[in-house]
Each structure stands twice: as C-alpha cells, then as structure tokens.
C-alpha cells in the first residue's frame, strides 16, 4: 500500500462546479498535512495546510479526518484558472524530516 | 526576496555519466530538500539536509549523494546515470522550527529537467 493516495483523475468539471478531492495516508502517527498545487511542467506550491479543525481560504476548504486517516480539498465556483494537478503531502511524526507526496489528482475546468 | 533557485534548468547526458545539480534555499532556509518527479507521479523524497547533516534518506540507491554547504545551499550527484533517472529534480527550502502550527511547508524551486540518452 503506499503510504499516500489519491485518485488520479482527471476530473472534469464545468466552471461554477464545485469539486472534492480525497486523499488517504497510511501512517497514522502522521502530524502535518498539505495541499500543493502543481500547473503543467512547473514546480508544486503550496496551496494550503491542513489543519485537525479543517481550515478555509476563500473558495477552498480542507478537512482532516484523522480517524479514517484522510484529508479532503473542496474547490467552490472552479474557475478555469483551478485547472491544475493537486498534490497531497504528509509529513510523518517520525522518519525525520521527509514530506510524501501522493500522485496528484488532476483538474481540468472548461468553459 | 528571491525564491528557491536551482541550475541547471535543463540538462541532457548519456547513460553512465554523472551529474550536479545545485540549489540556493530562500534567504533564512537552514532546510533543504530534494526530490525527483516522473511524469504523471507525484515527487518523491530523495534527501533532507538541515545545518549541514543529513536528516532523512529516500529509498534511492548509493548512486545519489547529497552535500549541504555551510552557506546551506546544496548539491545533488547522481552518478552511473540510467535512462530512468530521467525526470526533474526538484529542490525545496523550508524554514524548520517554525513556531507555526503546521511546520514543514515546503517552497520549490522550478526545478531540473534531467534527460538521459
């Protein structure tokens, strides 16, 4: 199993559509959790953290659920701007300093 | 303030040789990560250097060897290059002890796009 995983997609959705994405991590003594967004054949930015009380930044909302070791990223009123693949990123309690990444879950938004 | 710089950007070599790859954290940065990106995959964890040590290792062979210098700025060796370590070599800085609730954040560079013929 890897230890992050997300749906690959693609996900296709019409401006104004709102969009989930999940993604699951194997260990659960996990401390920090991420939203990176990556555009086409640039480097990953950070897009948001997560945080245990789920946090929100204008048309984004992250939720953490630690019981069923998950985080999800909502995207209200997509804009063809959002079109990009997003990344999840966990950074274990333990195994020193290291950020995993999941595959990405790419995002194409039309008009 | 400038951002993570990386060089080269683009880099063709043939298999067997051996290449740098060099990074410049943000001013401030004493952690410097470095991963390598496949097409379609997601990044994944090579080196992390913090004060000039080694603080975690991926699961990558013997070929890869990292140095951080005391001005924490790195570099990235691979050596004996096979056609699959073809991908871009991502360098990330972040400012570790952050008394922000969620440290770690990591900030990239754009990266170097490595070919092997």
New interface residues.
């Given amino acids: 199993r890897k230890e992050?995983e997300?749906d690959?997609g693609p996900f296709n959705v019409p401006e104004g559509a709102t969009v989930a994405f999940n993604c699951t991590y194997s260990n659960s003594a996990s401390q920090?959790?991420?939203w990176?967004r990556q555009d086409c054949r640039?480097?990953?930015?950070?897009l948001m953290?997560?945080?245990s009380s789920g946090n929100e930044d204008g048309r984004f909302t992250a939720q953490l659920n630690r019981a069923s070791q998950y985080i999800s990223l909502l995207i209200r009123d997509s804009k063809l701007s959002d079109s990009a693949t997003y990344?999840c990123?966990v950074?274990p309690n333990t195994?020193?300093?290291?950020?995993?990444?999941?595959?990405?879950t790419r995002l194409f938004v039309k008009a | 303030d400038a951002g993570v710089t990386q060089s080269p950007t683009h880099l063709i070599k043939t298999r067997g040789q051996h290449v740098t790859l060099r990074c410049s954290p943000i001013s401030g940065h004493k952690?410097v990560?470095w991963?390598q990106q496949v097409l379609?995959?997601?990044?994944?964890?090579i080196f992390?250097y913090?004060e000039k040590e080694e603080?975690?290792r991926?699961n990558f062979p013997d070929r890869f060897s990292a140095r951080q210098f005391p001005n924490y700025s790195s570099e990235l060796n691979v050596n004996a290059l096979l056609l699959g370590d073809s991908a871009l070599y991502?360098c990330a800085s972040?400012l570790?002890g952050s008394r922000r609730?969620?440290?770690?954040?990591?900030?990239?560079?754009?990266?170097s796009r490595l070919t092997v013929l």
């Fill in positions: 992050v997300q690959p920090s959790f991420f990176y640039k480097e990953p930015k950070l953290s997560v945080y990344l990123a950074k195994g020193g300093f290291k950020t995993i990444f999941g595959a990405g | 952690s990560s991963y379609g995959q997601g990044p994944q964890f992390q913090y603080r975690g991926g991502l972040s570790v609730l969620n440290t770690g954040e990591l900030f990239f560079g754009e990266g």
